[in-house]
């Protein structure tokens, strides 16, 4: 069966300073990767999706990043936090499907970031 | 584009009533419907799904049926519980392997 796993689940960062969330997913090949961003008491955003190993699609431009050095994993990053991005980062994965509908996205258990 | 309406939010019942979150679609073709379910401190679950239209989808006492015709895939549950308490995301999936298209999610709160 197929798991996927954050880390770390809490983190409490100043302004200012790095960040780097890790997603990695068991049990299956060559999926389609998924950040979003809860904010407080808000619906979800999309951040980034990935298709395939170094291929990122950015939904919406600001300080973050995100890479997907390994089949499996999937990285999001910032140089320099601001107080706008403290919120709940949700991994997700799906299987995928060239030419077919996009099916069910599975989502990991998130990391809940606060920039002080 | 492709869109998700969900009913606003907070939804509050009593244990035992019946449950009904509305959500209706925007598409070009014909999607693939979803229900998820997020509990305080928790990712997304998988609640229910429907790929095409007439099909029901149906768990843990929670039902879903995919209406062409409306354009609508309401949440249904004969009777809550206070377990049910939670944030329900009503999502659409489309071709073309692309992300699936969230509503903005529907607090629901179930006092005893």
């Known amino acids: 069966s197929q798991t996927i796993h954050q880390w770390p689940a809490t983190l409490v960062q100043p302004v200012g300073s790095p960040l780097s969330l890790e997603c990695t997913v068991e049990?299956?090949?060559?999926?389609?990767l998924y950040w979003y961003r809860q904010a407080a008491g808000r619906g979800l955003q999309l951040l980034f999706y990935?298709?395939?190993?170094?291929?990122i699609s950015s939904e919406v431009p600001q300080n973050l990043s995100a890479s997907r050095p390994q089949d499996r994993q999937f990285i999001l990053s910032s140089k320099k936090l601001l107080l706008s991005d403290s919120g709940f980062y949700l991994c997700?994965?799906?299987?995928?499907?060239?030419?077919?509908?996009?099916?069910?996205?599975?989502f990991g258990p998130g990391t809940r970031l606060t920039v002080l | 584009g492709n869109s998700v309406t969900q009913m606003e939010g907070p939804v509050t019942l009593s244990e035992e009533a019946f449950l009904t979150i509305n959500c209706t679609y925007t598409a070009t073709g014909y999607p693939s419907l979803f229900w998820y379910v997020q509990y305080p401190g928790e990712g997304l679950q998988l609640l229910l799904k429907?790929?095409?239209?007439?099909d029901k989808g149906s768990n843990k006492g929670f039902e879903a049926t995919y209406r062409k015709e409306t354009t609508s895939f309401h949440l249904e549950k004969g009777s809550v519980q206070v377990s049910d308490s939670a944030v329900y995301f009503c999502?659409?999936?489309?071709?073309?392997?692309?992300?699936?298209?969230f509503g903005k999610g529907t607090r629901l709160s179930v006092i005893a």
């Open positions: 429907a790929t095409k239209a007439d």
């Open positions: 990935s298709v395939g190993i170094g291929q």
């Open positions: 999502a659409l999936g489309d071709s073309g392997n692309t992300p699936l298209v």
């Open positions: 049990g299956t090949s060559n999926p389609n």
């Open positions: 997700a994965w799906s299987v995928g499907r060239l030419g077919g509908f996009t099916d069910t996205q599975y």
